[in-house]
């Protein structure tokens, strides 16, 4: 009986092992099956380190099987946990700040009564030198319906003196000269625009791009996260009719449009940071296209896990920042906050 329970362990450890390094390479030949493996990348990466435990316990003999898919995977890991020591910030060169925003259209996503708008609030407490936000009005007057104050867009624009909203909710405030490149929506929840900055004697460019949403309803998220935390074959049926043709339908959208954006970058000059909602998470096609040979700045100087998108037990992370190697990276984090279904997140910079 025993050698039984070690046989089905060691083929299950395999099975986990084998999906997780397959989620980790999944954008190098994106299909249907390399989506699914690759949302399903933190539950086989949670049941990799489970079975490392298990055979140190049980036979520790066989803990190389989990190390081993580890170890292949590790470059995939790492883009969903680098850990780094925190390092002395030196003021002794020009930097700036960049906050990347899906904003939830200045919905609460809590619901809280309070007088103020309190994503616009969040916003102007952050006081970030750039924001790029996607699903946001233009903030150009008050808002009674979505209790933003006279008072709250006076601070906005006394703190952003440039600011460039265009269409499909996308919004760009600035402390520094600003103006649009391009800008172009790709679907009714895609849209992207470029601008120019002038930062201290430097001209950066930004690209605020908010990719094809997943498009689930609030029934597919609960699945999801239902099917990830207790799974069970009995609902196999049930997944896909509900989840994966959205899902997957969605991520070959995706590619389509982060081709389309690649092309837009590889003709802009240096000084080049890419952010936004990209609905998409670090093992995917989308992911590395868009990033390219630019730096992920949670890779650069982020630790932990990250997830962006509080949606799906909240591991999914698909808010970015991604720059070239004009610049360096000095902190880059989530400001906690509870207002949109997205995190912020923020990125420290200074010219190299």
């Given at each position: 009986?025993?050698?039984?329970?070690?046989?089905?362990?060691?083929?299950?450890?395999?099975?986990?092992?084998?999906?997780?390094?397959?989620?980790?390479?999944?954008?190098?030949?994106?299909?249907?099956?390399?989506?699914?493996?690759?949302?399903?990348?933190?539950?086989?990466?949670?049941?990799?380190?489970?079975?490392?435990?298990?055979?140190?316990?049980?036979?520790?003999?066989?803990?190389?099987?989990?190390?081993?898919?580890?170890?292949?995977?590790?470059?995939?890991?790492?883009?969903?946990?680098?850990?780094?020591?925190?390092?002395?910030?030196?003021?002794?060169?020009?930097?700036?700040?960049?906050?990347?925003?899906?904003?939830?259209?200045?919905?609460?996503?809590?619901?809280?009564d309070t007088r103020q708008n309190r994503t616009l609030s969040f916003i102007l407490s952050q006081n970030?030198?750039?924001?790029?936000?996607?699903?946001?009005?233009?903030?150009?007057?008050?808002?009674?319906?979505?209790?933003?104050?006279?008072?709250?867009?006076?601070?906005?624009?006394?703190?952003?003196?440039?600011?460039?909203?265009?269409?499909?909710?996308?919004?760009?405030?600035?402390?520094?000269?600003?103006?649009?490149?391009?800008?172009?929506?790709?679907?009714?929840?895609?849209?992207?625009?470029?601008?120019?900055?002038?930062?201290?004697?430097?001209?950066?460019?930004?690209?605020?791009?908010?990719?094809?949403?997943?498009?689930?309803?609030?029934?597919?998220?609960?699945?999801?996260?239902?099917?990830?935390?207790?799974?069970?074959?009995?609902?196999?049926?049930?997944?896909?009719?509900?989840?994966?043709?959205?899902?997957?339908?969605?991520?070959?959208?995706?590619?389509?449009?982060?081709?389309?954006?690649?092309?837009?970058?590889?003709?802009?000059?240096?000084?080049?940071?890419?952010?936004?909602?990209?609905?998409?998470?670090?093992?995917?096609?989308?992911?590395?296209?868009?990033?390219?040979?630019?730096?992920?700045?949670?890779?650069?100087?982020?630790?932990?896990?990250?997830?962006?998108?509080?949606?799906?037990?909240?591991?999914?992370?698909?808010?970015?920042?991604?720059?070239?190697?004009?610049?360096?990276?000095?902190?880059?984090?989530?400001?906690?906050?509870?207002?949109?279904?997205?995190?912020?997140?923020?990125?420290?910079?200074?010219?190299?």
């Amino acid at each position: 009986m025993k050698h039984v329970v070690k046989v089905i362990l060691l083929l299950l450890n395999l099975l986990w092992g084998l999906l997780l390094v397959i989620g980790s390479y999944s954008a190098y030949f994106p299909s249907r099956i390399g989506t699914l493996v690759e949302l399903l990348f933190p539950l086989n990466l949670f049941a990799c380190i489970a079975f490392f435990f298990i055979w140190l316990a049980y036979n520790p003999r066989y803990i190389w099987v989990p190390l081993a898919a580890l170890v292949i995977s590790w470059g995939g890991i790492a883009r969903y946990c680098p850990v780094h020591k925190p390092q002395p910030i030196d003021n002794s060169q020009p930097g700036f700040s960049l906050m990347t925003y899906n904003a939830y259209f200045f919905l609460d996503y809590e619901g809280t009564d309070t007088r103020q708008n309190r994503t616009l609030s969040f916003i102007l407490s952050q006081n970030a030198d750039l924001v790029c936000l996607q699903e946001s009005p233009g903030l150009i007057a008050p808002n009674p319906g979505l209790k933003i104050t006279g008072e709250q867009i006076d601070s906005i624009h006394t703190l952003y003196p440039y600011r460039i909203p265009t269409t499909h909710g996308m919004n760009f405030l600035s402390k520094y000269p600003a103006t649009l490149l391009f800008d172009t929506v790709y679907s009714e929840s895609s849209a992207i625009a470029i601008y120019q900055v002038k930062i201290e004697g430097h001209t950066v460019t930004v690209v605020n791009q908010h990719m094809e949403s997943i498009g689930l309803t609030q029934t597919d998220k609960e699945l999801y996260h239902e099917i990830t935390a207790h799974p069970n074959t009995d609902r196999l049926d049930e997944i896909k009719k509900h989840l994966l043709s959205k899902l997957m339908n969605a991520a070959e959208i995706r590619n389509r449009q982060a081709d389309l954006t690649a092309e837009k970058i590889q003709n802009i000059p240096g000084n080049i940071i890419v952010c936004g909602d990209f609905n998409d998470t670090p093992s995917s096609y989308t992911y590395h296209t868009m990033k390219g040979n630019m730096t992920d700045g949670f890779r650069d100087s982020g630790s932990g896990y990250g997830g962006t998108f509080r949606y799906l037990g909240g591991v999914l992370r698909i808010d970015y920042i991604f720059y070239d190697d004009a610049f360096e990276g000095i902190r880059y984090y989530m400001p906690p906050e509870d207002v949109s279904d997205h995190k912020a997140v923020v990125a420290e910079l200074r010219f190299r």
